[in-house]
């Protein structure tokens, strides 16, 4: 079991910046492969950003590729996503989840039923 909290959300006008973290007690993060969410009101939760459990690969979505980095400190159990230029249409609340499923080094899963374990997600707010 692993129990991830996340921190960091905030209200930023459009092209401002945040950092999120995601805090991990239990079991230590390097077991498990790391994915960002978000979830807008009325929608579904969509993969936001992932990196494999060494961190040498990240992957993200197209809506936030330049814009967003994920970053894992293993020793500190702490995943992080720097989020720049940030726009209205990233509005949602954000979650940091666990997947403890080896699927290989290179591959970060995308679906929110991958993964095991979830915060209980951070609110960011961009103001046009």
């Known amino acids: 079991q692993v129990q991830l909290v996340e921190s960091g959300g905030g209200l930023v006008q459009a092209g401002g910046s945040l950092r999120l973290s995601c805090a991990a007690s239990g079991r230590t993060l390097s077991s498990y492969t790391m994915g960002w969410f978000r979830q807008a009101p009325g929608k579904e939760r969509k993969w936001v950003a992932g990196i494999t459990r060494r961190g040498v690969h990240s992957y993200y979505a197209d809506s936030v590729k330049g814009r967003f980095t994920v970053s894992r400190d293993n020793a500190k159990n702490t995943v992080s996503l720097q989020m720049n230029s940030l726009k209205p249409e990233d509005t949602a609340v954000y979650y940091c989840?666990?997947?403890?499923?080896?699927?290989?080094?290179?591959?970060?899963?995308?679906?929110?039923?991958?993964?095991?374990?979830w915060g209980q997600g951070t609110q960011v707010t961009v103001s046009s």
């Open positions: 989840a666990a997947d403890g499923v080896d699927r290989g080094p290179t591959v970060v899963a995308h679906g929110p039923n991958d993964y095991n374990y």
